[in-house]
């Protein structure tokens, strides 16, 4: 007998009531667990720490705190969570400046319901989602950050953390910009096998999400070899 699978937990925060309502109804009636909803950013960190989601559908423009800074905030208190930004603004400031703060994807307004839900599925188990256009974007503003110098482990310090063969592997294919799935197809691995050796590799060289890890990658050239 097949295992049930729980449900997606998800919390929508957005404060146009209309909006986050209509987004919160179609979750639900797709089989995803609302577990919270809010309409501000002090309101949106209180209550995502109480309900713990496994996704934050986040707006960026949010009165009494920004979005960024409720991303970076319940990012730093629970590296677990995954943020798929939902906003209108596709200005390319918006967008680096949530990936920064700790968001996996990031979504225009203008997607249809299909796209918001496939979305939150690929948040939910670590993949990057970016609405077309602004994927290009984010990995070239990682290229840029691998170029500024930044104190970081150094692989060849006797004492470094030392990554397997195939945690290097799963690591210069993050660094390319595969998402969780492709990595798994193309060395014909399981999906969770990919984040096992992902968390792996995130604890071993005291890294706190993914754009840590493809700075980290990128600095050693991992993704031109």
Same mark, same amino acid.
């Given at each position: ?10 919390m ?16 639900t ?11 501000? +950013? ?6 995502? &720490?109480? #309900? !713990?989601?496994? =996704?934050?559908?986040? /707006?960026?423009n949010? $009165? ?9 905030e ?18 390319h ?27 939150v ?14 994927? +290009? ?6 290229? &840029?950050? #691998? !170029?500024?110098? =930044?104190?970081?482990? /150094?692989?060849?310090? $006797? ?5 397997t ?5 799963v ?7 595969l ?7 193309r ?6 096998t990919?984040?096992n050796?992902v ?22 050239g991992?993704?031109?070899?």
């Amino acid at each position: 007998m097949t295992q049930q699978q729980d449900p997606i937990r998800v919390m929508v925060v957005d404060d146009h009531p209309m909006w986050r309502d209509a987004v919160a109804r179609d979750l639900t009636e797709s089989g995803f667990e609302v577990v919270a909803t809010a309409g501000d +950013g002090e309101q949106a960190v209180r209550r995502a &720490r109480a #309900a !713990a989601p496994d =996704v934050l559908v986040l /707006d960026l423009n949010l $009165p009494a705190k920004p979005g960024v800074q409720v991303c970076k905030e319940l990012v730093g208190h629970n590296p677990a969570l995954r943020v798929l930004v939902l906003s209108a603004s596709g200005e390319h400031a918006d967008v680096l400046e949530a990936v920064k703060s700790g968001a996996t994807g990031y979504l225009l307004k203008s997607a249809s319901t299909e796209e918001l839900l496939d979305a939150v599925r690929r948040t939910a188990v670590g993949d990057p989602v970016f609405t077309p256009g602004l994927a +290009g974007l984010v990995l070239g503003e990682y290229r &840029r950050l #691998a !170029a500024e110098p =930044v104190p970081a482990p /150094d692989a060849d310090e $006797p004492g470094a953390p030392r990554l397997t063969d195939r945690e290097t592997e799963v690591l210069r294919l993050v660094a390319k910009g595969l998402s969780y799935k492709q990595i798994a197809e193309r060395l014909v691995i399981s999906h969770r096998t990919v984040q096992n050796h992902v968390q792996n590799t995130l604890g071993k060289l005291q890294l706190h999400n993914r754009v840590e890890l493809v700075r980290y990658a990128i600095e050693r050239g991992l993704d031109e070899e």
